[in-house]
């Protein structure tokens, strides 16, 4: 990918993580049928969880009608029977009443004390990693997760969000397993594929996430997120014009946000598509607002720099009709710069003049202002006044760099090249570059005969 290709990828993966950042546990408390296996079974198995004695059976058997019905007076009759050497059982179920009662803190406690009980407990290690899932606490719920599967749970949801909670830790191989253990036991369960979609995305298994969302779509084409998801996918391998039809599809659905907007009009400018991208540019510039005026700018920005003219203009224009009375003074330079520039490459130097005299008039410091009136000067052959507008913008700086490169060009054009070694020698100094060096290269070259 080329740099700008890659600025893109990333803008986007930024724009679409927030997807697959939901913690999965959420939905997953809000599901009656998990919510009853989680709490209401209170059988036990054999070997691989704690024995109950005659006496705890018979205390169980007394206790079941009243878990079912009154359980907040099932928890008190609990707390007076359990002590340091009754079954763990007890204290498991007195856990999960207390999850059922929605005193989580609790909850956690008695799930550790069942499992000092009774270190091999499966279900203990099972639910206290799945009520740690659901609190957030992922580091430990990892922890927990794994012994449990460890010591022989087969659960679904316990893959999932043991998957999950390696991906809040950026450990994607691991993650990766977890998911798809998850998908093979609930392939009915969208969270995981979402979360396993994530860890290729991650991997740069580009394609098989493609795949995956061509799965998920053809069961949820509306599921705009879905849409933009695999549209970084596309982004990852190369195709970024499949990703700009996702795109589209979201945007026709009224669904695209200004960053999904602006993002589909830098991927039209990388195809060398203005006229698309001036359309999804101003699409975005109405979803705008004021603190989104850089993003707009740098539109028109982007036009002005590859020669679309045409383009920059209409951009310009969309931006005082947007933001009016919005903008501010230093807005109002940049604007005016732009539209300066756009003048002097469509040949209007009248216009671009009067325009960068009003801009240094008001703003002294305006480095792209002096550079830009620097350079008209010296193509109208009057190169002591360039010479002037370039030494005051090399003494800002942040556009030295800019103001010795393009004094040195004018330089080079009045063959000149004794005087622009030194200056592209600075400017490579303040950043290095290829293009700059071959250049400053071949200057040298010039100056030596």
Same mark, same amino acid.
Not at 270 to 293: G, Q, V, W
């Given at each position: 990918?080329?740099?700008?290709?890659?600025?893109?990828?990333?803008?986007?993966?930024?724009?679409?993580?927030?997807?697959?950042?939901?913690?999965?546990?959420?939905?997953?408390?809000?599901?009656?049928?998990?919510i009853?296996?989680?709490?209401?079974?209170?059988?036990f198995?054999?070997?691989?969880?704690?024995s109950?004695?005659?006496?705890?059976?018979?205390?169980?058997?007394?206790?079941?009608?009243?878990?079912?019905?009154?359980?907040?007076?099932?928890?008190?009759?609990?707390?007076?029977?359990?002590?340091?050497?009754?079954?763990?059982?007890?204290?498991?179920?007195?856990?999960?009443?207390?999850?059922?009662?929605?005193?989580?803190?609790?909850?956690?406690?008695?799930?550790?004390?069942?499992?000092e009980k009774?270190?091999?407990?499966?279900?203990?290690?099972?639910?206290?990693?799945?009520?740690?899932?659901?609190?957030?606490?992922?580091?430990?719920?990892?922890?927990?997760? &794994?012994? %449990?599967?460890?010591?022989?749970?087969?659960?679904? =949801?316990?893959? /999932?969000?043991?998957?999950? #909670?390696? *991906? +809040?830790?950026?450990?994607?191989?691991?993650?990766?397993?977890?998911?798809?253990?998850?998908?093979?036991?609930?392939?009915?369960?969208?969270?995981?594929?979402?979360?396993?979609?994530?860890?290729?995305?991650?991997?740069?298994?580009?394609?098989d996430?493609?795949?995956?969302?061509?799965?998920?779509?053809?069961?949820t084409?509306?599921n705009?997120?879905?849409?933009?998801?695999q549209?970084?996918?596309?982004?990852?391998?190369?195709? &970024?014009? %499949?990703?700009?039809?996702?795109?589209?599809?979201? =945007?026709?659905? /009224?669904?695209?946000?200004? #960053?999904? *907007? +602006?993002?589909l009009?830098?991927?039209?400018?990388?195809?060398?598509?203005?006229?698309?991208?001036?359309?999804?540019?101003?699409?975005?510039?109405?979803?705008?607002?004021?603190?989104?005026?850089?993003?707009?700018?740098?539109?028109?920005?982007?036009?002005?720099?590859?020669?679309?003219?045409?383009?920059?203009?209409?951009?310009?224009?969309?931006?005082?009709?947007?933001?009016?009375?919005?903008?501010?003074?230093?807005?109002?330079?940049?604007?005016?710069?732009?539209?300066?520039?756009?003048?002097?490459?469509?040949?209007?130097?009248?216009?671009?003049?009067? *325009?960068?005299?009003?801009?240094?008039?008001?703003?002294?410091l305006?480095?792209?202002?002096?550079?830009?009136?620097?350079?008209?000067?010296?193509?109208?052959?009057?190169?002591?006044?360039?010479?002037?507008?370039?030494?005051?913008?090399?003494k800002?700086?942040?556009?030295?760099?800019?103001?010795?490169?393009?004094?040195?060009?004018?330089?080079?054009r009045?063959?000149?090249?004794?005087?622009?070694?030194?200056?592209?020698?600075?400017?490579?100094?303040?950043?290095?570059e290829?293009?700059?060096?071959?250049?400053?290269?071949?200057?040298?070259?010039?100056?030596s005969?």
């Open positions: 990918m080329n740099s700008h290709f890659v600025r893109l990828f990333c803008a986007f993966f930024c724009l679409a993580a927030p997807l697959a950042a939901k913690n999965p546990a959420d939905a997953l408390w809000k599901d009656p049928a998990f009853k296996s989680f709490t209401g079974s209170y059988g198995l054999a070997g691989a969880e704690p109950v004695s005659t006496e705890e059976v018979e205390a169980l058997r007394n206790l079941i009608d009243v878990i079912n019905v009154r359980p907040k007076i099932a928890i008190e009759q609990l707390e007076q029977q359990i002590t340091a050497d009754t079954s763990a059982a007890f204290d498991f179920i007195l856990a999960n009443l207390y999850f059922q009662e929605g005193q989580l803190i609790k909850a956690e406690k008695h799930y550790k004390i069942a499992i009774y270190p091999d407990f499966r279900r203990a290690y099972k639910n206290l990693g799945l009520l740690q899932a659901q609190d957030g606490n992922f580091e430990d719920a990892v922890i927990t997760i &794994s012994t %449990a599967l460890e010591k022989g749970v087969v659960d679904g =949801r316990a893959y /999932g969000l043991l998957g999950y #909670g390696y *991906l +809040t830790q950026e450990l994607y191989y691991p993650a990766e397993a977890a998911y798809r253990q998850a998908i093979l036991i609930q392939p009915k369960v969208d969270d995981w594929k979402i979360g396993l979609a994530r860890c290729l995305l991650q991997t740069e298994q580009y394609a996430a493609i795949a995956l969302f061509d799965t998920l779509l053809k069961k084409p509306d705009a997120d879905y849409w933009l998801l549209s970084n996918a596309y982004l990852g391998n190369n195709r &970024s014009l %499949a990703a700009a039809q996702n795109i589209e599809i979201v =945007r026709r659905m /009224g669904k695209a946000e200004l #960053g999904t *907007l +602006t993002l009009g830098d991927i039209y400018m990388n195809n060398e598509l203005p006229d698309l991208a001036l359309d999804a540019y101003i699409a975005a510039s109405y979803k705008a607002t004021k603190k989104d005026f850089a993003a707009i700018l740098r539109a028109a920005s982007l036009f002005n720099r590859s020669g679309n003219n045409e383009q920059a203009t209409a951009m310009i224009s969309r931006i005082r009709e947007s933001f009016g009375e919005q903008i501010n003074d230093d807005q109002e330079l940049e604007l005016l710069t732009l539209e300066a520039k756009t003048a002097r490459t469509t040949g209007d130097d009248t216009k671009a003049i009067t *325009l960068l005299n009003e801009i240094v008039k008001r703003d002294s305006n480095g792209e202002a002096l550079i830009e009136l620097g350079k008209y000067y010296a193509e109208q052959g009057d190169m002591a006044r360039a010479r002037t507008r370039f030494q005051e913008a090399e800002i700086e942040m556009f030295e760099r800019a103001a010795l490169i393009a004094h040195a060009q004018a330089l080079v009045e063959a000149d090249y004794v005087k622009a070694v030194p200056m592209l020698r600075r400017a490579l100094q303040i950043k290095p290829p293009h700059i060096q071959e250049y400053a290269r071949r200057v040298e070259r010039a100056a005969q």
